[in-house]
């Protein structure tokens, strides 16, 4: 129903281009039309008054400041060329925990004589590295959403990786190198969760799919990066280089963010008008929106869990990326023990994975977006969120995934060539990319205001999901051979993508329950 004219005249509904979810953010940031005009070239410019802006501070004075200004609204000021140095910036930090979980992947059995550990010892490192990823962007989201913050925290959290990196070379004991593991954890992972938060900052809705996809390719490169990299830094010049050449990473990455990256991260205007759109209906009361708690509590991102929305999402996206993770795990012995590779070997044998993962990421990422947009359009302009799940998401979660994980687990255990072990990686990861990219970008707007929180929890579920299924992976291996193994990575696979379809199917009253239910508990 229209609103009265006076109403009208005080408030204008947002259309979908305007709709800005934050990501790291527990706020719905909407542009209000009548803040935007445009001047007689036709180019917008933002009319509300910023109360700082870059130009009245010190070159020095905003690279160093905690919270410096933002300079009206990123999606209309930043050109093209710079959104996508910022990506490429955020895509490197976000790249930096799978990078370092898997670099010394190839070098285990030479770490485990080094420091005279036992092999549980020293899987443990890996364990507790995957679990820290899932706990340390809770803190970090939280941060982000009450300081009204981003830079900052990429800037302290990748310091904090770098320091660690520099203690994992010159640890002396097993004990030590946990320690440094789980730091390296707490650093990285806490500046990966942001980048969801910083696209949503840059981009609109219907360009986030794509840069979602691009931005991830960092999360996905890492983890199969990591191990060709380690595996000949090694080979040649022994397990702490690995961690030597994190430390230097993680250095350029901080001068990157310190010289490179701005602020991004916008404050509302006191008379946005947020709503959330959802097959045309409003929240039920149009002028409120979802606010985070005063209280301060990493812990309750949490919580959206018990909302089916979020929960049934999570489980695939999560699941799907610890399986890989399974994958990965098992690959040095795998490859060490039935191909006779040696450890600068193991490592080339991820790469095919990386490829997997770069098209996978592209191709997704922008078919979400062109699915969102042209089911848009055949709406009469009503965007509905549930379309961003699109038919090639699909297919990769009920077939490619499943034909990868067969492929690689019967290829192994009929010792055929190489390459087919190789290539049923390289497939899974193809699909995996395609589902996270979307999945990504709805788990991102699916709670109005809460879409840090969402990302945050869907990351924390995601990290237990890789922390039990990497110790548990060589276990299942030992008992049900490599064959079998694939077998059930492809079942669990179609089971929680049919999971997360109900989500496709459901997704719009599922969502309302959630807003509701939010909203009265705020």
């Known amino acids: 129903m229209a609103a009265p004219a006076s109403v009208q005249e005080k408030k204008v509904l947002p259309s979908v281009s305007n709709i800005h979810v934050d990501v790291a953010a527990t706020s719905t940031s909407v542009v209000n039309e009548k803040d935007i005009k445009s001047d007689p070239s036709g180019t917008h410019v933002e009319t509300a008054t910023a109360a700082r802006t870059p130009e009245r501070q010190g070159f020095w004075k905003q690279r160093l400041s905690i919270r410096p200004p933002v300079d009206g609204d990123p999606r209309l000021q930043l050109s093209r060329f710079k959104k996508g140095l910022i990506l490429a910036i955020i895509s490197q ?123 991830f390719l960092g999360t996905f490169l890492g983890p199969v990066l990591g191990p060709p990299i380690g595996g000949l830094l090694a080979h040649a010049f022994g397990w702490q280089s690995t961690f030597f050449f994190m430390a230097i990473v993680g250095a350029v990455v901080i001068l990157e963010l310190i010289f490179l990256l701005p602020e991004t991260y916008r404050e509302d205007p006191k008379d946005t008008l947020d709503v959330l759109e959802m097959k045309g209906d409003a929240t039920d009361d149009d002028e409120q ?82 699915s969102l947009m042209r089911a848009k359009e055949k709406n009469g302009g009503e965007l509905v969120l549930e379309d961003r799940l699109s038919t090639n998401m699909w297919v990769a979660g009920f077939l490619i995934v499943p034909f990868g994980s067969l492929l690689f687990g019967w290829g192994a255990a009929k010792h055929l060539s190489i390459a087919v072990p190789i290539a049923g990686f390289t ?44 110790l548990i992976a060589q276990i299942v291996v030992d008992g049900v051979g490599y064959g079998y193994y694939g077998v059930i990575l492809a079942g669990i696979n179609i089971i929680c993508c049919a999971l997360f379809y109900l989500v496709k199917l459901k997704g719009a009253s599922m969502r309302a329950s959630a807003v509701r239910k939010e909203q009265a508990t705020h």
């Open 93 to 215: 930090a976000g790249c930096l925990g799978g990078f370092s979980s898997t670099i010394y992947f190839p070098s285990l059995v030479q770490i485990t004589q080094d420091l005279n550990a036992s092999q549980t010892i020293i899987n443990a490192s890996v364990s507790l590295f995957i679990l820290f990823m899932g706990i340390s962007p809770l803190v970090s989201s939280t941060l982000s959403d009450r300081f009204k913050i981003r830079r900052i925290i990429y800037i302290v959290s990748t310091l904090i990786f770098t320091l660690a990196s520099l203690g994992g070379g010159y640890s002396k004991s097993a004990g030590s190198l946990i320690v440094a593991r789980i730091f390296q954890s707490i650093g990285s992972g806490g500046a990966s969760i942001l980048g969801a938060g910083t696209v949503a900052d840059i981009y609109p809705p219907e360009e986030q799919g794509t840069s979602m996809g691009l931005m």
């Open 289 to 370: 929106t979802i606010r985070s708690k005063t209280r301060f509590n990493p812990f309750q991102a949490v919580m959206l869990l018990k909302h089916p929305v979020v929960l049934l999402s999570s489980i695939e996206t999560g699941m799907i990326f610890a399986l890989m993770f399974s994958m990965e795990t098992i690959v040095p012995v795998l490859f060490t023990d039935n191909y006779n590779l040696i450890e600068s070997q193991v490592g080339l044998t991820y790469l095919g994975a990386g490829v997997g993962s770069i098209f996978g990421s592209i191709i997704g990422g922008k078919l979400s977006d062109l």
């Open 427 to 470: 497939i899974y990861n193809f699909g995996m990319a395609q589902v996270l990219a979307a999945g990504a970008a709805y788990i991102v707007n699916c709670i109005p205001g809460q879409g840090s929180s969402a990302t945050a929890a869907t990351n924390f579920l995601r990290m237990i999901f890789a922390c039990i299924t990497s």
